[in-house]
């Protein structure tokens, strides 16, 4: 019996003893298993943008550039975000759409700020899409989506500008995982919440757009990809209970009023 | 890791080949369940089942043979899915869970030997008790007599 026991616990050290021997070996590194380093990630950004630079019509008006920097620096100031990584592009398109793209390019529609009834549930997308950025969200689907060989060559200059068009516009166009979009609402509430700027508008807009879903969707980008947005707007609202009520508006009534007014133009 | 010992009895020759086809059975499981770790213990388990009220020879090596897919069980299924947790999850390839393969395979592969070693040593009705294995089954199979 004893001898029994004393061979198992051998056998069980023998196998740890073998794994824990041959974890010793930098593996990655023998193997050349490829990892996405910053600099594919800075190029991939690079690549997706030009995409949308050269397609999209991207807004030069002062105005609406530093009322939109505004939230943003706000935001991260607020939540202790480096301001530099975050690269803000505003385009004019009819869509209510905003992405984020690889290496921190987060980008605003027209169409979005037109069509937010306040500053809080502008603020709260652009919340939302920089926790995308924050959690690295945008390199795990490109990872799951397309593989990193083919993001890989893509930086090399391998890739086809079909491909790389194409994945632009996947990242436009289309939401993450149901877990990554929940975890990225609960982030922007935080983030919302330390910048002192309401949530509730930001669950609001959810439930509004949701109800136009059967009507024209056409220019519903954002919420036509981002799966049952009524049950996202309740977990907000019950997220951001008990939270402060103390708000503060970031941008004044009267700039909010001309940055739509100089985007209708 | 492998003793050749003498049995309480001279197995005959159908025992024999009994005996061997527990090993095999294991060994034909694997082809078939690569993927799935749990077929080839299925496979063993059933021919364990199958053969329980058989006489003591072949019950001991139905023994030895399920015990030692019982342990591999427990090592491929965490392997299985640490693998499929990097296919499907945000998991990446550590050097950590290659080691892990490795290992795993090393192990496999001792065992896929011995299996065809004792398989064939069966068949002749040689008994053969494994390290660790065989004194394990010595407790568990016991004679009737």
């Given amino acids: ?16 003893g073998t794994w824990f021997a041959l974890t010793q070996i930098d593996w990655v590194k023998v193997f050349k298993v490829q990892q996405v380093t910053d600099k594919t990630e800075q190029k991939l950004g690079e690549l997706f943008w030009e995409v949308f630079k050269k397609t999209e019509k991207e807004s030069q008006n002062p105005l609406v550039i530093n009322s939109v920097d505004s939230i943003v620096t706000l935001i991260c100031k607020t939540n202790k975000i480096d301001r530099e990584k975050i690269k803000i592009h505003i385009l004019k398109k009819d869509n209510i759409n905003a992405f984020a793209l690889p290496n921190g390019h987060l980008i605003v529609y027209s169409g979005l700020i037109l069509n937010s009834d306040n500053q809080e549930e502008l603020t709260g997308v652009i919340c939302h899409e920089i926790a995308h950025i924050e959690l690295n969200h945008v390199m795990k689907k490109l990872v799951k989506e397309i593989g990193l060989s083919v993001l890989i060559s893509m930086t090399t200059g391998n890739g ?4 790389i068009k194409e994945t632009a516009k996947m990242l436009s166009s289309s939401a993450f995982d149901r877990s990554l979009e929940k975890e990225a609402d609960i982030k922007a509430v935080d983030y919302l919440t330390n910048a002192r700027v309401n949530p509730e508008p930001f669950a609001n807009f959810l439930y509004k757009l949701s109800d136009k879903e059967h009507e024209a969707t056409k220019y519903l980008t954002w919420i036509s990809t981002h799966p ?15 939270k402060l009520t103390e708000y503060k508006p970031i941008l004044t009534n009267k700039t909010w009023n001309n940055l739509k007014e100089e985007l209708k133009e | 890791m492998i003793h050749i010992k003498k049995f309480s009895y001279e197995p005959g020759e159908h025992e024999a080949e009994t005996a061997s086809s527990s090993y095999l ?13 749990i077929v080839n213990l299925i496979a063993t388990l059933i021919f364990y089942l199958g053969n ?13 043979a399920l015990l030692s897919q019982l342990s591999m069980l427990f090592i491929n299924s965490f392997g299985f899915w640490w693998t499929i947790s990097i ?5 990446t390839i550590t050097s950590k869970y290659i080691a892990y393969i490795i290992a795993v ?4 592969l001792t065992e896929f030997i011995a299996t065809i070693y004792t398989a064939i040593q069966t068949r002749k009705g040689i008994h053969v008790e494994w390290w660790f294995y065989g004194s394990l089954t010595n407790l568990i199979c016991k004679s009737k007599s």
């Avoid at chain 1, 616990?9 to 740890?16: A, H, K, Y």
């Avoid at chain 2, 329980?52 to 030895?64: D, G």
């Avoid at chain 2, 296919?87 to 998991?91: C, K, N, P, S, Y």
Wanted: net charge positive; hydrophobic share 45%; aromatic share 12%.
């Fill in chain 2, 87 to 91: 296919i499907f999850t945000e998991e």
């Fill in chain 1, 228 to 242: 049952d947005s009524k049950e996202r707007a309740e977990y907000i609202i019950e997220y951001s209970k008990g």
């Fill in chain 2, 25 to 37: 059975m294991s060994l034909i499981a694997i082809i078939v369940g690569l993927p799935l770790p």
């Fill in chain 1, 1 to 16: 019996m004893k001898k029994t026991i004393i061979q198992g616990i051998i056998t069980v050290l023998l196998f740890f």
């Fill in chain 2, 105 to 108: 395979i090393i192990f496999n």
């Fill in chain 2, 52 to 64: 329980r009220k058989s006489t003591y020879f072949v019950r001991w090596h139905c023994t030895q």
């Fill in chain 1, 160 to 163: 086809g500008g079909e491909v």
